[in-house]
């Protein structure tokens, strides 16, 4: 029997994130996993890195694998599992997600955490895979606040999104590194093992103000939908139809797809 593949495995949502630990159980099926994620949430950080200060690091318990806990952002977990954790243990592949919450669109892709942590794995030349779970607008606070501790269907939902990222990491890693690509996969929010799968294109959205003023001189972060389209080759139109979107991202060409 040949040795498992070896994937390190990263997110933007903090190391305690549910939707994190389903994607690790279903990857132990079938590869040996490292992970190495933030202490905690680094959501809307793109692919910052910890240039002031240092980063700390930590073992973590509770995960069926080796994890490491770090201070600092999703490029810079991965960075050091590859320029010290894993230096004499190179990985086969890196797994970003399962993020909570879809990943699409031009503006939101660039400000990704997950597809950040993803795009660090194949700047060091490794299959790249970046997986995101859509989930209803009512109940993303509240997931958020409780570590995305999900209950009914989207529990039965991430299990499948779980076993579709645990195949798809093994067609890319059969297919090997080409360039500086990051596969991306929105699982939406009911996922099945029957899903259809959709290759998309990024959705043109018009982004609006993301900030309310919150006093004379200050501004919160809040959330604002724009416009992109309903229908076409695009992965928020994919969502919608209820199919697994795959957008493959070439940061490689300007274009960016």
């Not at 910052?48 to 069926?64: K, T």
């Not at 416009?227 to 994919?238: N, Q, R, S």
Request: proline share 5%.
């Amino acid at each position: 029997m040949s040795e498992k593949k070896h994937l390190l495995v990263t997110n933007d949502d903090g190391i305690d994130s549910y939707f994190l630990r389903v994607l690790v159980d279903a990857l132990v099926k079938d590869f040996r996993v490292t992970v190495a994620a933030p202490m905690g949430e680094k959501s809307w950080i793109g692919r910052a890195m910890s240039r002031q200060g240092q980063v700390h690091l930590a073992e973590y318990e509770n995960f069926p694998c080796r994890a490491f806990a770090l201070d600092g952002t999703p490029s810079d977990c991965v960075n050091i599992a590859m320029g010290h954790l894993l230096a004499d243990d190179r990985p086969d592949g890196v797994c970003s997600g399962i993020n909570l919450g879809f990943n699409c669109m031009a503006p939101l892709i660039f400000s990704s955490g997950t597809v950040a942590g993803a795009l660090e794995g194949a700047a060091w030349g490794l299959p790249a895979l970046a997986f995101s779970h859509q989930v209803p607008d009512s109940a993303y606070e509240k997931l958020r606040q409780n570590h995305g501790m999900a209950e009914g269907e989207l529990v039965t939902s991430l299990e499948a999104a779980g076993d579709w990222a645990r195949d798809f990491a093994s067609q890319r890693l059969k297919e090997g590194q080409d360039g500086l690509v990051v596969h991306n996969y929105n699982f939406p929010s009911q996922t099945t093992a029957a899903a259809n799968i959709e290759e998309t294109a990024l959705s043109p959205f018009g982004i609006k103000c993301l900030f309310k003023k919150s006093g004379p001189a200050s501004f919160d972060f809040q959330y604002a939908d724009g416009e992109p389209p309903t229908d076409g080759p695009y992965d928020w139109a994919c969502l919608l139809r209820g199919n697994i979107s795959y957008t493959r991202l070439n940061f490689g060409n300007v274009s960016g797809v």
